[in-house]
């Protein structure tokens, strides 16, 4: 998995660089929205989406960001992954 920051996503390739997929976002200080995932139909059903899911959110933890889980299938996959709570932003949370 590589970012891209130019184009605000983090890209999967296969080993001759095909792309297969890719994780958007929006990054605002500490805080970063993953807003899409996408898988290459031609590599669909080969856990393209999970690698890349644990992958963003591995990097959010290791630079100290808040995740917001915009993408549906990665908020999906979060709620699979409670290892991660800690660094997702809830809706819930009320400032004192």
């Known amino acids: ?3 891209a920051p130019d184009r605000e996503r983090f890209e999967a390739r296969d080993e001759t660089g095909a792309l297969a997929g890719v994780v958007t976002y929006q990054l605002t200080g500490a805080i970063i929205a993953y807003t899409h995932t996408e898988v290459d139909p031609a590599f669909e059903g080969r856990g393209v989406g999970s690698t890349l899911a644990r ?3 591995d990097d959010a933890r290791a630079r100290g ?3 917001v889980p915009i993408c549906p299938f990665l908020a999906d996959w979060l709620g699979r992954h409670p290892e991660y709570a800690d660094i997702v932003a809830r809706s819930t949370r009320r400032i004192r």
Request: net charge neutral; charged share 20%; hydrophobic share 55%.
């Open 65 to 67: 960001r808040t995740v």
């Open 1 to 3: 998995m590589t970012d």
């Open 55 to 57: 992958a963003v959110m």
